[in-house]
């Protein structure tokens, strides 16, 4: 994407439905929905310059869009693979396995947690907190798509289904 994002009128419009749906004095409520469609636009991330155009387009400050970039998990700030690869780290999953599914894809991948593939398919997300379902767990998300009861096997399929 060119780092002049709001120079597209087809950016610029999305934004503009997306600030449609928040009260008119609140314009910091369409940053994490205006982040999250930047960075579909952005190959997976949003960079520091997309970050400051869309504060200077919402007229907030910088730091506004910043801590809800580097809050929010779905965010990315830096280039990552094609697939993004969550494994939920909190109790429930980590009772259940969840640190040996990790190891199992960092030797699947031959990436380490918080790296991308060589050929930019996959990137294993650092530890993620909670993906909201305990009761499948271990579990992880794929491009935020659920995952639960995992194995090494299921995890296998998944990955290769993938490639």
């Known amino acids: 994407m060119n780092e002049k994002i709001f120079d597209d009128e087809i950016v610029q419009n999305k934004i503009n439905e997306i600030i449609k749906k928040f009260p008119n004095d609140q314009p910091k409520s369409s940053i994490i929905e205006s982040l999250l469609f930047l960075q579909e636009k952005n190959s997976g991330y949003v960079s520091e310059s ?75 997300k650092d530890e993620v907190e909670c993906l909201a379902a305990c009761t499948g767990a271990p579990m992880m998300q794929v491009n935020h798509v659920n995952y639960e009861n995992l194995t090494k096997e299921k995890v296998d399929k998944i990955l290769d289904k993938i490639k």
């Open 50 to 124: 997309i970050m400051k155009q869309l504060s200077d387009y919402l007229k907030v400050e910088l730091i506004d869009v910043m801590e809800v970039a580097t809050f929010y998990s779905m965010i990315n700030i830096k280039p990552v693979g094609k697939n993004v690869i969550s494994v939920c780290n909190n109790v429930s999953c980590m009772l259940n396995g969840s640190d040996e599914i990790i190891r199992h894809i960092e030797k699947k991948l031959k990436i380490k947690v918080g790296a991308s593939t060589p050929d930019k398919r996959f990137y294993l």
